[in-house]
């Protein structure tokens, strides 16, 4: 087992940017909440401000490579994400809430979870593979 572990959020793809055809992009904002060991670490991304992301194939991918969690390995984490499509006339759209549990051995946790490319391998069963959105990280030894 590794004495620590690297969670690292690569990708984010949108697949409903939650706006009327005329707009081309979507506006959004994400939160990550990662629970370890019983204590809670937030990441609000972007810090300020919000992405502009189109739901078109071409363009519906946001490169993150973003750390959410690094250290001891625990005996059980959480990973929660959501996202909202901001509005400023109505309220905001959240995106479906993401959230897998790990307990047990560590070692069976690292590993690419999600899919980082838009080709047909991507399984609508897991949870990664949400109906509005989708993720990829990856656990990985630190």
Same mark, same amino acid.
């Given at each position: ?31 990550? /909440?990662?629970?370890? #060991?019983?204590? *809670?670490? $937030?990441?609000?991304? @972007?810090?300020?401000?919000?992405? &502009?992301? =189109? ?5 519906? /991918?946001?490169?993150? #490579?973003?750390? *959410?969690? $690094?250290?001891?390995? @625990?005996?059980?984490?959480?990973? &929660?994400? =959501? ?9 905001? #759209? ?49």
């Amino acid at each position: 087992m590794p004495e620590r572990i690297r969670v690292t959020l690569r990708s984010i793809q949108i697949l409903d940017k939650l706006e009327p055809f005329y707009k081309k992009r979507g506006e959004f904002r994400f939160l990550a /909440r990662v629970v370890v #060991d019983g204590h *809670l670490r $937030e990441v609000r991304f @972007p810090r300020d401000g919000h992405y &502009e992301i =189109s739901a078109h194939p071409e363009w519906n /991918r946001l490169k993150l #490579d973003r750390v *959410l969690y $690094e250290g001891p390995t @625990p005996q059980a984490m959480t990973i &929660e994400l =959501s996202g909202e499509e901001l509005d400023s006339v109505t309220a905001n #759209d959240p995106l479906d809430q993401y959230l897998r549990a790990f307990q047990g051995e560590a070692s069976a946790w690292l590993g690419a979870y999600g899919t980082s490319t838009s080709d047909a391998r991507v399984d609508p069963a897991q949870p990664e593979n949400m109906s509005k959105w989708r993720v990829a990280y990856v656990i990985e030894p630190a």
